[in-house]
């Protein structure tokens, strides 16, 4: 029986090497793929999730706003803190981990309250603006990702063995030529899992926003919703969207992984 199921799985001519197993197919993503299709044949052939989904579409480009624009924020404050926690001046790298854990210690959906209604709200008050809450969320995001960040721009510069560092001091480099030329190149291709990580979360953090009722993907559910009393549908297809962003992205991110994977590594 054994030799009949290996034979049957047999690719090419008898006593070749090439084989095909069940166990190489990613059953993962064809479950995805399965349920997104599921979700995409509702919408195609029943009017009021098609209602739903034309509705709820219209956020798409506020969540990418949002995402793009918090994360972009995050990775320059993320160094920048993160290069402060490895400071020599007690004063600095103590203002660092200040801030780091102040972000990690309390619960995100608070933080963005707070940040865009409480601080945000008196400081563009003072210098007399009033940005959208789009702008407020987004920068909110952004403050709060830069803590997680900074701790994974540590540990990725923290992973450059030393020895790299002194051959850049013997051929005369100064110490920021040092971070800039050979730690800092090194480092983000070691932290590149942990950033497409962040850069996920982020993504999904991006529908607490609508706390404050920026129009992204959940908030236009929520108003949908509120008002058809679908909630079964406009879930459904906000799902859809999530599972088809995140599951892009998390591809996308595995390839250029190993696009600049070193050979060998």
């Given amino acids: 029986m054994t030799t009949i199921d290996q034979q049957a799985l047999e690719v090419g001519p008898p006593g070749g090497t090439s084989r095909w197993t069940w166990t190489g197919i990613p059953w993962w993503l064809v479950g995805i793929v399965a349920t997104l299709a599921l979700i995409a044949l509702q919408v195609l052939t029943q009017e009021r999730w098609r209602e739903g989904f034309n509705f709820i579409v219209g956020g798409l480009s506020m969540t990418l706003y ?58 563009f008050q003072i210098i007399g603006i009033r940005p959208s809450f789009a702008v407020r969320g987004t920068l909110a995001l952004g403050l709060i990702y830069a803590a997680f960040i900074a701790e994974v721009f540590r540990a990725g510069i923290q992973s450059v063995a030393t020895g790299q560092k002194e051959a ?26 942990a950033l497409g990580n962040d850069l996920i979360a982020l993504l999904k953090d991006s529908s607490l926003v609508s706390i404050i009722a920026v129009r992204e993907l959940t908030q236009m559910t929520r108003l949908w919703t509120g008002r058809s009393f679908a909630f079964l549908e406009g879930f459904i297809i906000l799902t859809g969207f999530y599972l088809t962003l995140t599951v892009s992205l998390s591809l996308l991110l595995r390839w250029y992984e190993k696009r600049i994977q070193v050979p060998g590594s």
């Fill in 168 to 193: 850049g001091a013997s051929m005369g480099l100064s110490d920021r030529q040092i971070m800039r030329f050979i730690v800092l190149p090194q480092a983000i291709r070691n932290i590149m899992p």
């Fill in 66 to 123: 949002v995402t793009l624009g918090g994360f972009i924020l995050a990775l320059v404050l993320g160094l920048l803190v993160g290069l402060a926690r490895l400071s020599k001046k007690t004063v600095v790298k103590n203002l660092a981990m200040y801030y780091i854990e102040l972000v990690r210690g309390v619960p995100v959906i608070v933080t963005i309250l707070f940040i865009s209604i409480v601080l945000f709200g008196r400081l």
